[in-house]
């Protein structure tokens, strides 16, 4: 538990400390939906602040998010200052709709004479007796002083050398309403718009490298991710139950819960074996997977369903192909890797966290049964008979009543 404040830090002598955050995209907003976004970005951070039992304050306002830290001695745990600014740092920096953030003071309701205070206080601290630095400041149009006068009052208390072009410091200084901002290095956000604002998807989850990927890049504009994975457990091992578990547990990082469907494919799997031809069977295979996955999207309120092909990939990503797939249903059908190479999906598998589980053997429930050269342009025609042969509505049917599911 988090003790509230014991003493009053409305003063500037004793500025805030915390992160200063500086919106992405969803600033170009009009009034109306950036007000809506900022409510999930506000929720997004607050939820996981909350869990990882960092003592704050969010102060929202027009262009910027502060998060005060609460000082030490604020806290009924032994937990230090420097350890919460770490646990925030790490959420912020997994938060989409932040174009930057960083470290900041706030002098909440200070006025320049207050701020140049300050700054003479302190800025021996930040910056070395051979060090240059540069000022840059920003400033609403409340603040009444022009930026020349806040350059020339700051300045004149700053005994070092100035360097606008090559600064070894960098102070930026912004001038808000309700006081100033003191802060020095920039971390880039994420970028997206609010985890949640865009409403909600299925991604078909196989827990190779390219699914975590395309889930993740949904996520990065906002949509709320459920996944389904299907997997052909007791016919292979558990082993892509098992990764599927260990990756959500990394993509809970970005989205505060996750649903995971789990589908037993196997029955499905033996009857296309024996009623299709062996290079027709992906294809089949990936469009019982859509049609599952279409209808726990109506379940769900889902408005998409997400898979990672990328265009050419392998042989079931054809134009051809896809167009078959896609096919089998009415719901948009997204690939936010379609124009992405194998190097740079998996650099951004790198960045998510997600690659090094990826890569753990795992046997592929697609790859059972299926030839070494399945189709590289299937004929719907085909595909259609092949389905009908195969009374494929009433073996969904019995596979949706048997879908187990696990929340993150
Ligand atoms: P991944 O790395 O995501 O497995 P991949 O390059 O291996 O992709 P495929 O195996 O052909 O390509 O799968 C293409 C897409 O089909 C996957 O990205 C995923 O969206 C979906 N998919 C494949 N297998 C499964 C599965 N077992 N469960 C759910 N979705 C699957
Ligand atoms: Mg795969």
């Given at each position: 538990m988090i003790q509230k404040p014991r003493r009053n830090l409305n003063n500037f002598k004793s500025p805030k400390r915390g992160f200063l955050l500086a919106f992405g995209e969803l600033f170009l907003k009009s009034e109306g939906v950036r007000k809506i976004l900022k409510r999930s970005l506000a929720n997004h951070l607050i939820f996981f602040l909350n869990k990882e039992e960092v003592g704050f304050k969010l102060h929202q306002f027009r262009e910027r998010f502060f998060i005060e830290i609460y000082p030490a001695s604020f806290y009924k745990t032994k937990r230090c200052w420097a350890?919460?600014?770490?646990?925030?740092?790490?959420?912020?920096?997994n938060t989409f709709g932040l174009a930057w953030f960083s470290q900041t003071f706030f002098l909440k309701n200070?006025?320049?004479?207050?701020?140049?205070?300050?700054i003479k206080n302190n800025y021996q601290n930040w910056i070395k007796e051979n060090q240059t630095f540069a000022l840059r400041i920003r400033k609403g149009g409340e603040i009444k002083e022009s930026r020349e006068e806040i350059i020339?009052?700051?300045?004149?208390?700053?005994?070092?050398?100035?360097?606008?072009?090559?600064?070894?410091?960098?102070?930026?200084?912004?001038?808000?309403?309700?006081?100033?901002?003191?802060?020095?290095?920039?971390?880039?956000?994420?970028?997206?718009?609010?985890?949640?604002?865009?409403?909600?998807?299925?991604?078909?989850?196989?827990?190779?490298?390219?699914?975590?990927?395309?889930?993740?890049?949904?996520?990065?504009?906002?949509?709320?991710?459920?996944?389904?994975?299907?997997?052909?457990?007791?016919?292979?091992?558990?082993?892509?139950?098992?990764?599927?578990?260990?990756?959500?547990?990394i993509f809970i990082n970005y989205q505060p819960k996750l649903k995971v469907y789990y589908i037993s494919f196997h029955k499905i799997q033996l009857q296309i074996k024996t009623k299709a031809p062996a290079k027709y069977r992906v294809?089949?295979?990936?469009?019982?997977?859509?049609?599952?996955?279409?209808?726990?999207?109506?379940?769900?309120?889902?408005?998409?369903?997400?898979?990672?092909e990328s265009l050419g990939q392998v042989s079931s990503q054809t134009m051809t192909n896809l167009g078959i797939i896609e096919e089998s249903v009415k719901m948009p059908v997204l690939r936010p890797l379609i124009g992405l190479d194998k190097e740079e999906i998996i650099a951004l598998a790198k960045k998510i966290g997600t690659y090094e589980i990826s890569i753990k053997p795992q046997e592929d429930c697609c790859s059972l049964f299926v030839p070494k050269h399945p189709t590289a342009s299937g004929?719907?025609?085909i595909v259609k008979k092949l389905e009908k042969k195969i009374n494929l509505d009433k073996l969904i049917q019995k596979t949706l009543k048997q879908t187990k599911m696990e929340f993150f």
């Open positions: 350890e919460n600014f770490k646990k925030a740092s790490k959420i912020i920096q200070g006025n320049l004479k207050d701020l140049s205070q300050f020339k009052e700051i300045a004149k208390r700053i005994n070092r050398k100035v360097n606008l072009d090559k600064p070894n410091k960098e102070i930026f200084i912004e001038g808000r309403k309700d006081g100033w901002f003191v802060y020095f290095k920039k971390q880039k956000g994420l970028g997206g718009l609010p985890m949640g604002s865009q409403g909600r998807v299925i991604t078909l989850f196989s827990g190779g490298i390219d699914s975590p990927a395309a889930a993740w890049l949904t996520t990065k504009r906002g949509a709320e991710n459920i996944w389904l994975h299907f997997h052909s457990f007791p016919l292979v091992s558990k082993k892509s139950i098992e990764k599927t578990e260990e990756l959500a547990k294809l089949l295979y990936r469009r019982v997977m859509l049609k599952i996955a279409e209808k726990i999207a109506g379940k769900e309120n889902c408005g998409a369903l997400i898979t990672g004929k719907l025609e």
